[in-house]
């Protein structure tokens, strides 16, 4: 099986390069989580991932958007909006248009974390190539508030308002626009010196709010309810604030906005690679993880 890795992997560039993308973090934005993320693999998780994405997991990340046509049922699962009251109930929110339970980014998140765990039971058929591909992409999308907006407005997309002038609506801002604004304004528009400038972040002010982060102790089998939850709350703090209808917004809620945009990347980030150290690693693994733990500690991580 190991040969076909290679194919899949040009299969999934192909895809990627061909289809347009839809809503979601952006490509970018889905493309920094998982960078953010592999910095923080173990050595066992970076070797389980190279080899199931057959190459770097990164640009493979927003491949779940490019799929949304052929994989119908697929669709409800980038997002778990809620009735508009600010919160995340998993028994009331998470379920697609049918009623259908489960159907939700966290659901998703708790399904794909199950098929990986698994992938070592001889009667595990499923496609962990794409198991690895959904989840990594759905702990993105779950961490962007409007992915937990309100149903009543899709998560803002019937939000229409003016973005520096040009006609868009709310989600597309929080998909995409806070992210191109701030790669061209502060970052030389190189997605990877925005992405060492969130690291540093993390790193510095951030640092102590890391652990917690990652504190995932939970009844529930991930804690996805609780990103959610953090998204659902972010939403009506200030996605929605200020931005009604018809809204002209630029300067004061770029800059305002884009602290939480950061944020939630670095958080995203982080998490997924809490999450996949936790599947992948063996005991080796668990020294690696003390290690890195030492290392963030320390205040300089080195891959
Ligand atoms: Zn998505």
Redesign the pocket.
């Known amino acids: 099986m190991a040969w076909l890795l290679p194919l899949i992997h040009i299969f999934l560039y192909y895809l990627i390069a061909r289809a347009p993308v ?4 952006g490509i970018e934005g ?1 493309v920094m989580v998982c960078k953010i993320a592999q910095e923080h693999f173990t050595n066992s998780t970076m070797n389980a991932v190279l080899e199931l994405a057959g190459g770097e997991l990164a640009p493979l990340c ?1 491949w ?2 490019d799929v ?1 046509k052929q994989y119908r049922w697929s669709r409800t699962l ?2 778990a909006d809620s009735a508009g009251d600010c919160t995340f109930q998993y028994s009331r929110d998470c379920h697609n248009t049918k009623g259908e339970i489960n159907m939700c980014a966290v659901g998703a998140i708790n399904n794909y974390t199950r098929q990986l765990q698994k992938r070592k039971d001889s009667s595990n058929n499923y496609n962990l190539t794409e198991s690895l591909l959904f989840l990594s ?2 702990v ?2 779950i961490h962007q508030p409007l ?1 937990a907006g309100s149903e009543l407005d899709l998560g803002g997309n019937t939000i229409k308002v003016e973005w520096y002038g040009k006609n868009t609506n709310l989600h597309k801002v929080w998909d995409e626009d806070i992210v191109e604004k701030a790669k061209q304004k502060f970052y030389d528009d190189d997605i990877d010196t925005m992405v060492e400038s969130i690291q540093i972040n993390s790193r510095d002010i951030w640092s102590d709010e890391i652990d917690q982060w990652m504190n995932c102790s939970t009844k529930n089998f991930t804690c996805g309810s609780i990103y959610a939850s953090e998204s659902a709350r972010l939403a009506c703090d200030y996605a929605y604030k200020d931005a009604k209808q018809g809204s002209d917004l630029g300067d004061e809620y770029f800059i305002s906005r884009l602290p939480v945009v950061e944020k939630r990347i670095a958080q995203g980030g982080i998490r997924l690679a809490e999450i996949l150290n936790k599947i992948f690693d063996d005991d080796t693994g668990q020294k690696d993880q003390k290690l890195l733990k030492e290392r963030r500690i320390g205040g300089v991580y080195q891959a």
Request: aromatic residues 18%; negative net charge.
């Open positions: 839809s809503s979601g973090w889905h927003p779940a958007d949304r980038h997002f992409h759905f993105g999308d992915h």
